[in-house]
């Protein structure tokens, strides 16, 4: 489904090369986990799968069910079911969280080619899909993550997902800045929406979030590579014995 070749990105105004031969499939119905130390390009990765600016595609590939995505404006990917979690979620001010979460349902709905949901039906959905990620009214009222806690905004972006329920779902370090409980709703939220048409990338720090999100595929990225791919043992070595050793093994 997401098909990534030989991807190599600098950044646009500076003569940096971050990512040098990036190469990963993620099948539908498959979870991926993408470990690996800070500043090994995870990030840059996500940034550069949304359309991000300020980074510049040198060479490879990228492809949701065949189509080209790199060239894509960030709302074309969207409309083809392409979603991403933030590390850091953007605020916007002015924009009512509710508002803005059904304008976006119905584009995708429409996109899609389904009909736009009611505004009575759309409300009993959002309520009850808050409901399960202790989102409460006022969080909804508000506009979009505007004074809301680290926790707070990682829940509302599993929401907008919940919502939107994208195709090719791509969560950077959604589980940093989150403590125990946080995790819980965050993880049990991405577990609900595990299905067999959908793919996940799950970009993580830390193996913590991967006991609770279970993985098929876990891949070690290191100075803009993945260095290594292999099950969810995979993290487990990595927890124990750090990505240094995993470093020098690979080379
Ligand atoms: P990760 O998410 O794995 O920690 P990043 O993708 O955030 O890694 O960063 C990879 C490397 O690229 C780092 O060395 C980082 O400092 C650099 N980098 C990324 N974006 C920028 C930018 N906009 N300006 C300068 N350096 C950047
Ligand atoms: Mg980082
Ligand atoms: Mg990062």
């Keep these: 489904m997401l098909d990534i070749k030989n991807l190599h990105v600098k950044l646009e105004d500076e003569d940096k090369q971050i990512l040098k031969g990036v190469d990963l499939k993620v099948e539908a119905g498959k979870v991926h986990a993408i470990m690996g130390p800070n500043g090994s390009g995870k990030s840059t990765l996500s940034y550069v799968l949304s359309g991000r600016a300020g980074y510049e595609v040198t060479d490879g590939t990228a492809t949701l069910d065949g189509e080209d995505i790199l060239g894509m404006e960030p709302e074309e990917r969207a409309a083809i079911g392409m979603f991403l979690a933030f590390q850091y979620p953007v605020e916007i001010p002015g924009v009512g969280n509710m508002t803005f979460l059904r304008t976006a349902a119905n584009a995708q709905r429409k996109a899609r080619g389904e009909p ?29 993550n505007v004074g809301f806690s680290g926790g707070e905004k990682k829940r509302n972006e599993i929401l907008q997902m919940a919502m939107l329920e994208p195709r090719m779902c791509i969560l ?80």
């Excluded at 736009?116 to 979009?144: C, H, Y």
């Design 172 to 251: 950077d370090e959604t589980d940093s800045g989150l403590d125990v409980d946080a995790m819980k709703l965050v993880s049990d939220g991405v577990n609900a929406l595990r299905d067999e048409g959908r793919g996940f990338l799950v970009i993580t720090h830390y193996q913590r979030l991967l006991d609770h999100i279970k993985p098929d595929v876990v891949h070690i990225m290191s100075d803009g590579r993945i260095i290594k791919t292999g099950g969810p043992e995979l993290a487990l070595e990595v927890e124990k014995n750090g990505y240094a050793d995993l470093k020098s093994e690979v080379a």
């Design 116 to 144: 736009e949901l009611s505004a009575a039906d759309f409300l009993k959905l959002v309520r009850e899909k808050a409901k399960t990620l202790q989102i409460d009214a006022d969080m909804l009222k508000r506009p979009v």
